[in-house]
């Protein structure tokens, strides 16, 4: 078991400083995403039901 190489903590902390940015882009694009999504959905139910 001693092939399997570990991380050390400052390359893990590399890693997570590499990807950080990324996740936290991705997490607000898909939050904007929703947030859309739901302001589409209540705008197209308001405009349903006053036309109607």
Known sequence: ???I???SYQE???IEGGIAP???AGAYIAGSFVAGLTVG???AHI???LSH
Do not use: C, G, R
């Open 1 to 3: 078991m001693e092939n």
């Open 5 to 7: 190489k570990t991380l």
């Open 41 to 43: 959905a209540v705008s």
């Open 22 to 24: 990324f996740i936290i």
């Open 47 to 49: 405009v349903y039901e």
């Open 12 to 14: 893990m902390q590399e």
